[in-house]
């Protein structure tokens, strides 16, 4: 079973740039999750998508951030504009649904915002 | 809200060593998972183990163990005979039971160090 699959692995960009992520969760998997993992810290939810409905993003900075999975699939999640404090690993990860399914976790992104 | 606690933020062992991480959290929760994720320099996170609260017994897998004190809001992960492999971030997290997969709530984590 492939596992869940992010793109790129790394980015660096200026400020005020934009940047996007991308997720491929593990097929079946119909819970998507974005975190981002600070330096030194633990994971962080952005937002949770139950298929294509996003269910939980009261972390997501709206006013910079914002996320789709259009076909309940695969999914990006945007910075525009990206600033200094964005840079940290943006990690995906994928569930079945269910209430004890564990969570699968991708490789993550690294942003660097210079 | 809920919030877990590592206060280890350092750890290293001997390989073939045991060591012992810590976590407590803290919940108003009767019933809640608990887990540790490891974090290699892959940066994906691995499930090590889970424990579930209403489950007296601890929670074993290989050479993983948990020592999960329910009252005192604990959750400790054991590690025996440690290996080289071994080396990584270790984070504890919390679910709560019954909350449509509300997301993991994670510590800070703990490096683990593994001498040769």
């Known amino acids: 079973e492939a596992g869940v699959v992010q793109s790129p692995r790394y980015k660096i960009i200026e400020k005020k740039q934009p940047v996007a992520f991308w997720c491929n969760p593990i097929s079946g998997h119909n819970t998507l999750y974005w975190y981002l993992q600070n330096l030194g810290q633990g994971p962080e939810l952005l937002i949770r998508?139950?298929?294509?409905?996003?269910?939980?993003d009261s972390q997501l900075p709206k006013d910079r951030f914002s996320a789709e999975r259009l076909k309940g699939v695969d999914s990006t999640l945007k910075i525009q504009p990206a600033e200094l404090g964005d840079s940290a690993v943006y990690l995906c990860?994928?569930?079945?649904?269910?209430?004890?399914?564990?969570?699968?976790f991708g490789n993550g992104t690294r942003l660097t915002v210079t | 809200a809920q919030t877990v606690t590592q206060s280890q933020p350092e750890m290293s062992v001997q390989e073939a060593e045991t060591v012992t991480l810590s976590c407590t959290y803290d919940?108003?929760?009767?019933?809640?998972?608990l887990f540790w994720y490891k974090q290699p320099p892959s940066r994906q996170m691995i499930l090590v183990i889970r424990q579930e609260a209403y489950k007296q017994q601890n929670a074993t897998e290989n050479r993983f163990s948990v020592n999960f004190q329910k009252a005192a809001k604990s959750f400790s992960l054991k590690i025996s005979d440690s290996q080289l492999g071994d080396a990584a971030m270790y984070f504890c997290a919390y679910s709560p039971l019954f909350s449509g997969n509300t997301p993991l709530v994670f510590g800070k984590g703990t490096r683990l160090s593994v001498i040769a």
């Open positions: 998508y139950e298929n294509e409905e996003a269910v939980d």
């Open positions: 919940t108003s929760e009767s019933d809640y998972y």
């Open positions: 990860a994928s569930s079945l649904g269910r209430t004890n399914s564990p969570l699968h």
